[in-house]
């Protein structure tokens, strides 16, 4: 089965810019977070999105977005870029089974966001 | 305000040693996860721990969980360069948000 699968791995933007970064769940996970990994600040939620709707929302600005489709796929989105949005942006699925007592998240490789 | 705490957050030790490494949260979870990630890589899964008491071994790693305490231990038992790489604990308090720790970064020194 295959895994998380992120895109682009990498991107390079300018402040101001706004990027969209994509994820595809292992097949049949309905569940998607999304996560910034940066040295200063370790791994800090974004948000959850599960049937397309969002679930859980970090503390995060408004300028970071998402939606899932019906696919399960997700996308994020931050606006306005500025420096410190540099980071590693790691999305995880989950199945969400009513049938397991825990909930277990996969990890994709991630998307290196760089903004100069 | 919810914390995660590792300790230590480096650390640099002899092929063949010991050592423990500590997940500290503030808040109740009765699950606890334990996941490794490489330089330029992402998150691997190690372990979940899902009660008081559990206990999970795989190869030189072992951790426990101690939810009274709300403390977890992963250890390394003479450690392997290929143990290298940075290792987090993380806490779900509630529906499937998780909360990682700091983080500890081990090296293995031949």
């Known amino acids: 089965k295959a895994g998380v699968t992120q895109t682009p791995r990498y991107l390079i933007k300018t402040r101001g810019q706004q990027v969209t970064l994509s994820c595809s769940p292992i097949?049949?996970?309905?569940?998607v977070s999304w996560y910034q990994q940066t040295p200063g600040q370790g791994l800090q939620f974004l948000f959850e999105?599960?049937?397309?709707?969002?679930?859980n929302k970090g503390n995060f600005p408004g300028r970071f977005s998402g939606r899932q489709f019906s696919n399960s796929r997700s996308e994020m989105n931050v606006s306005t870029l500025e420096l410190g949005d540099s980071a590693l942006y790691l999305c995880?699925?989950?199945?969400?089974?009513?049938?397991?007592?825990?909930?277990?998240?996969?990890f994709g490789p991630g998307t290196r966001l760089t903004v100069l | 305000e919810l914390k995660v705490e590792q300790n230590p957050l480096f650390l640099s030790m002899q092929e063949g040693k010991n050592y423990t490494i500590y997940c500290n949260y503030s808040?109740?979870?009765?699950?606890l996860y334990w996941y490794r990630q490489d330089p330029g890589k992402s998150l691997e899964s190690l372990f979940v721990?899902?009660?008081?008491?559990a206990v999970k071994q795989e190869g030189r790693l072992m951790a426990s969980l101690d939810t009274k305490a709300r403390l977890s231990t992963l250890h390394i038992t003479a450690a392997v360069h290929d143990l290298s790489a940075t290792y987090f604990c993380?806490?779900?308090?509630?529906?499937?948000?998780?909360?990682f720790g700091t983080g500890t970064s081990l090296t293995v020194i031949p």
């Open positions: 995880a699925s989950s199945l969400l089974s009513t049938r397991t007592s825990y909930n277990e998240q996969f």
């Open positions: 097949s049949g996970h309905r569940s």
């Open positions: 999105y599960f049937s397309e709707t969002q679930r």
């Open positions: 808040t109740t979870s009765d699950r």
């Open positions: 721990l899902l009660s008081n008491g």
């Open positions: 993380a806490v779900v308090p509630t529906g499937n948000q998780f909360y």
